[in-house]
């Protein structure tokens, strides 16, 4: 059975930071993409960041302009998703999601429909 837990939101100030956590289990961890997406209230869903099986190949929306990381430790079954200089636009519910397909190296999916396993969503909250 497949788990997928993600943590780390909160409420921080304009121009700050806050690291995200997403643990997955239940599959091999070093075979599957991890994503991290978001949903801000009123807005679909959009993917933030992605990251192949063995941490080889990344992407990033546009709107991050280079203040997101998105990383892994697969010895820990870890993705993180460090985020500096935030600004009130990107406060949204943030999931984490496990590919559907294996990716491990080569290429991720940007679609959500690519990912079939997903955490329960942690809150971030940017103030002005």
């Known amino acids: 059975q497949v788990q997928v837990v993600d943590s780390g939101g909160g409420l921080v100030q304009a121009g700050g930071s806050l690291r995200l956590s997403c643990v997955a289990s239940?599959?091999?961890?070093?075979?599957?993409?991890m994503g991290w997406f978001r949903q801000a209230p009123g807005k679909d869903h959009e993917i933030v960041a992605a990251?192949?099986?063995?941490?080889?190949?990344?992407y990033y929306a546009d709107f991050v302009e280079g203040r997101f990381t998105i990383s892994r430790d697969n010895a820990k079954n870890t993705t993180y998703l460090q985020m500096n200089s935030l600004k009130p636009e990107d406060t949204a519910v943030y999931y984490c999601?496990?590919?559907?397909?294996?990716?491990?190296?080569?290429?991720?999916?940007?679609?959500?429909?690519?990912?079939?396993?997903w955490g329960q969503g942690t809150q971030v909250t940017v103030s002005s």
């Open positions: 999601g496990q590919s559907t397909l294996p990716y491990p190296v080569l290429g991720v999916p940007r679609s959500r429909n690519q990912y079939t396993y």
């Open positions: 239940g599959r091999t961890f070093s075979t599957y993409a």
């Open positions: 990251i192949s099986g063995e941490g080889i190949t990344t």
